[in-house]
């Protein structure tokens, strides 16, 4: 199995280009990479205009019906779109973000939202995220599978480029996906921040007391 995890441009008018995960290469050849070296020491890039969150209606892993708006409505949320077949990025970014989670007071944790969304419909079903979830340390999670292009038309407004999984010649099957988590505001539902795949749980840490509040990190 190959993963690619794809670059993609910012509302900021900044682009970053993020390396491959399991082998393959970013595809978006067009859109300059960030340079590591003069990356900004905060982790999180607020967006000078924030985007609306995605009127997303799929199943969750108790196999029943969640609308994103409805249920998150109020709430600060982490969003993230992976696959539970993908061998590094995405167990290491749902398993710091739990590990964040889990410093905040018992208030704050309880109403922050952490919401993973599959792009890997298919193989992803409700019972095999649940699993894979909880071994990431994300039992509080919210997993969510459905369609493939329900998938692509959330993702695509909040600028994560999300391609359909790709069966190779070999038998192996390429996933490639933008690896940034947004974060939104209680205050008014609106996606203000951006984090990276290289995001540590630590960064996480010391942003999640604010976020919560609606605050910038």
């Known amino acids: 199995m190959r993963t690619k995890i794809l670059g993609v441009a910012l509302a900021t008018a900044a682009a970053l280009a993020l390396t491959a995960c399991g082998g393959g290469s970013g595809g978006d050849s067009d859109k ?37 708006v409805k249920e998150t409505k109020g709430h600060p949320v982490l969003l993230y779109f992976g696959y539970t077949y993908c061998p590094d990025v995405c167990s290491t970014v749902v398993a710091d973000m739990a590990d964040a989670a889990k410093k905040l007071p018992k208030a704050d944790r309880d109403n922050l939202k952490i919401v993973f969304v599959t ?66 505001s209680p205050k008014d539902d609106g996606g203000h921040w951006v984090y990276t795949a290289e995001t540590t749980a630590a960064q996480y840490a010391k942003d999640l007391p604010k976020i919560v509040k609606g605050e910038n990190p």
């Not at 391609?163 to 010649?169: A, F, G, I, L, N």
């Open 32 to 68: 300059p990479a960030a340079d590591v070296s003069a990356a900004p020491k905060k982790a999180a890039i607020t967006l000078d205009r924030p985007n609306p969150k995605p009127d997303l209606v799929l199943t969750d892993t108790s196999e029943k019906k969640y609308e994103l």
């Open 119 to 184: 792009t890997d419909p298919e193989r992803d079903t409700p019972k095999r995220m649940r699993e894979w979830l909880d071994a990431q340390g994300g039992q509080d999670i919210v997993g969510l599978t459905g369609s493939f292009d329900t998938v692509q038309a959330a993702a695509k407004p909040l600028g994560i480029l999300v391609e359909k999984p790709k069966k190779e010649k070999d038998g192996s099957i390429t996933v490639s996906h933008g690896a940034q988590v947004i974060g939104f």
